[in-house]
């Protein structure tokens, strides 16, 4: 089965469509989003024109704040002052990796946790571990949970494999899966028994950041496979961390990529928004 993320983001969007039109009533203007790209790179810009289009595609507003790659960090420090202090902007979404001269770790923590739509900040992050505070968990693992809760796979009991370790990925999905009382083992790429840790699983999420880096041998009949990678291969295909062809006919329901996480994450970013508005609307 392809647990496909198209109509995870199809459900989505209903319900978005109703706490959009519901925030525009009470507070007459539709949530906003600040995006924020220093330089040109081709991945930013892609994420940027979808991030663009989905948020449009519900009444979410959008605001881009584009800088050289050359910024001075004092003017980009501005920028995130400047959003932070605008009450029509509910979400910021900074680009990163920024450039070598730019400090990242003060720069991203100058963003208020309320408008960290992306859990980039230390404190954002903080809230992921103890399941409290401002800010919000990272889109990607949360992505993941929701096409699990879509398709009606329960975490409670199961035995479940992350592959990844990374902030970005592995370790607050790993406390989300706690959350939804799994048990958990976090695999990473130097992991010495790394084929029986994801045999013996039930839930396999896999984000080890290499192109096709886990074949059939990896996988037992019955696993539910959620693959995070995604990578550009030799012939200028999409690919996963997973050999899906290879893989798909063993296990019972397996992500595609393209067309799984990825999609779902857009999606679960335009919710961190609108989740935004509506905090401040309830403190109001």
């Known amino acids: 089965m392809r647990l496909t993320g198209k109509e995870v983001v199809a459900a989505m969007k209903e319900d978005l469509l109703a706490r959009v039109d519901q925030l525009k009533a009470k507070n007459g203007r539709p949530p906003k989003l ?4 220093v330089g040109e790179r081709e991945d930013d810009l892609s994420y940027e024109r979808g991030a663009t289009r989905r948020m449009e595609s519900v009444g979410v507003a959008v605001e881009v704040f584009a800088f050289p790659a050359d910024v ?3 003017e980009l420090e501005n920028c995130i002052n400047q959003i932070n202090n605008d009450e029509e902007i509910n ?5 990163s990796p920024l450039p070598d001269h730019l400090e990242e ?13 992306d859990g980039i900040t230390d404190e954002s992050m903080a809230g992921v571990y103890n399941l409290s505070g401002r800010g919000f968990s990272p889109c990607t693992p949360e992505a993941c949970i929701k096409i699990l809760d ?3 796979y329960d975490l409670k009991g199961k035995r479940v494999t992350i592959v990844g370790r990374s902030l970005v990925v592995g370790k607050p999905l790993a406390m ?3 959350a939804r009382h799994g048990t958990v083992t976090v695999c990473h790429t130097r992991t010495v028994d790394l084929k029986e840790r994801v ?14 880096m ?3 041998d990896y996988f037992s009949e019955g696993q539910v496979v959620v693959d995070v990678g995604i990578h550009v291969n030799d012939e200028g295909n999409l690919v996963g961390d997973v050999r899906q062809e290879e893989v798909e006919p063993i296990v019972a329901a397996l992500t595609p990529v393209p067309g799984g996480v990825g999609t779902v994450t857009t999606s679960v970013l335009v919710q961190h928004v609108v989740e935004a508005a509506e905090r401040v609307l309830e403190k109001a």
């Open 34 to 37: 600040a995006i924020v790209r």
């Open 214 to 216: 886990l074949g059939p």
């Open 199 to 212: 045999k013996e699983a039930e839930i396999v999420f896999v984000a080890a950041g290499q192109a096709e």
């Open 105 to 117: 770790d003060r720069i991203r923590n100058i963003l208020s946790a309320e408008k960290d739509i």
């Open 150 to 152: 879509h398709y009606g």
């Open 176 to 178: 989300l899966v706690l």
């Open 91 to 95: 979400g910021c979404l900074l680009f």
């Open 72 to 74: 001075a960090q004092e």
